[in-house]
């Protein structure tokens, strides 16, 4: 199908942003806005999110990429990804002035940028947003990633003969690798001392209380040689907010075994493009 892509500038706090719309000829009343996630801007890794929206657009579907405050090509300071309600909120009006026949949003984010649409539904439940594609989500704190580290990644290099065969040759610093190995331990335990109530405001549960929330369909898609997305699998499993939440109906869950964690090769792109088109056409149909 026919699409034209043109440039998007509009308001956001006092600061101007800049987007791109890819819009088909014909599109249909569901639109993708995709978020960016940091520090970079709408291009995103490896082009993915060009390649994305134009893929979308060619199958009808209308969507956009853009820059928050402080980044690319927008104007002000640079703001954290759980700072970006407002930003999404000005995307999300307009995309849909832009596009009068989208009436609802599919939010599209891959690692803080799926926090930030979690987050963003926490804050604001709007209900233009009706569905959400999440690519390991990052919840990363000073106790995760040293589990992860711990349980994924120092557990696994002890296996590799390559590892002994470096450590014969001198070609790995003992001394580094076991301070490594105890710091992330060090900090491990330090955090598991601690009661969960420490800071129930954190951005995790804001992710987590959103996720539960909300009640439209959901994609999350993780990489299988991807801290992030085990650190995200593992901090589901350890915390009481997430009970069950990856296991909800609406949830449909996805892994590619073998992609890293911006799937930077263009058979996982390629991948991760009709994952989301055949999901959207699965749970958007009749609409």
């Known amino acids: 199908m026919k699409f034209m892509e043109r440039a998007l500038t509009f308001d956001c706090g006092g600061e101007v942003l800049v987007g791109i719309l890819a819009e088909p000829l014909y599109p249909i009343a569901i639109g993708v806005l995709v978020l960016v996630g940091g520090p970079q801007y709408r291009v995103g890794s490896h082009r993915q999110f060009v390649s994305l929206s134009r893929q979308l657009a060619a199958h009808g579907v209308t969507a956009m990429r853009f820059d928050y405050r402080g980044m690319g090509d927008s104007t002000g300071s640079p703001v954290s990804f759980d700072e970006t309600s407002a930003d999404i909120a000005a995307a999300i009006d307009t995309m849909r002035a832009s596009c009068p026949t989208i009436r609802q949003v599919v939010l599209w984010g891959l690692c803080d940028a799926a926090s ?4 963003y539904w926490h804050e604001t439940h709007d209900r233009r947003v009706v569905g959400m594609v999440l690519l390991n989500p990052w919840v990363r704190s000073e106790r995760s990633i040293a589990r992860t580290r711990i349980k994924h990644y120092y557990a696994r290099r002890f296996l590799q003969r390559e590892f002994w065969l470096k450590l014969a040759s001198r070609g790995v610093d003992v001394g580094q690798a076991f301070r490594e190995v105890s710091n992330n331990m060090a900090a491990w335990r330090k955090r598991q001392s601690q009661p969960s109530w420490v800071s129930p405001s954190n951005f995790q549960d804001r992710m987590a209380t959103g996720l539960r929330s909300f009640d ?72």
Do not use: C, M, N, V
């Not at 930030?116 to 987050?119: D, F, I, K, M, S």
């Open 216 to 287: 439209g369909p959901i994609l999350l898609i993780l990489s299988g040689r991807d801290l992030t997305a085990k650190e995200f699998l593992d901090y589901a499993k350890s915390h009481s907010l997430w009970d069950g939440l990856l296991d909800r109906p609406q949830l449909a869950r996805h892994e590619i075994d073998d992609a890293d964690h911006t799937f930077s090769s263009d058979r996982w792109r390629q991948e991760i493009e009709a994952l989301t088109f055949e999901w959207l056409s699965r749970s958007f149909s009749r609409r």
């Open 116 to 119: 930030a649409a979690l987050t």
